[in-house]
């Protein structure tokens, strides 16, 4: 008997977890098409950014080993 109103109390939690998280769904505020392009375009461009002066900085680095070494 205790193993069934186990079982009835667990289905019974995941029954309100799922009511609780379609409640706070709704209070989400979406955003536009507008807003995720240009955020998407602030993400490429910093991740160009950033790529570019790692790649600068990675070749001094090796030319300055390379001078050392030699």
């Given at each position: 008997?205790?193993?069934?109103?186990?079982?009835?109390?667990?289905?019974?939690?995941?029954?309100?977890?799922?009511?609780?998280?379609?409640t706070e769904l709704k209070k989400v505020v979406w955003p536009t098409f507008k807003q995720v392009r240009n955020n998407t375009g602030v993400v490429i461009t910093a991740l160009i950014l950033v790529g570019a002066i790692i790649a600068v900085l990675d070749f001094f680095f090796q030319f300055l080993v390379n001078t050392l070494l030699k």
């Open positions: 008997m205790a193993s069934e109103e186990k079982k009835a109390g667990f289905f019974k939690r995941i029954a309100a977890y799922f009511r609780e998280m379609k």
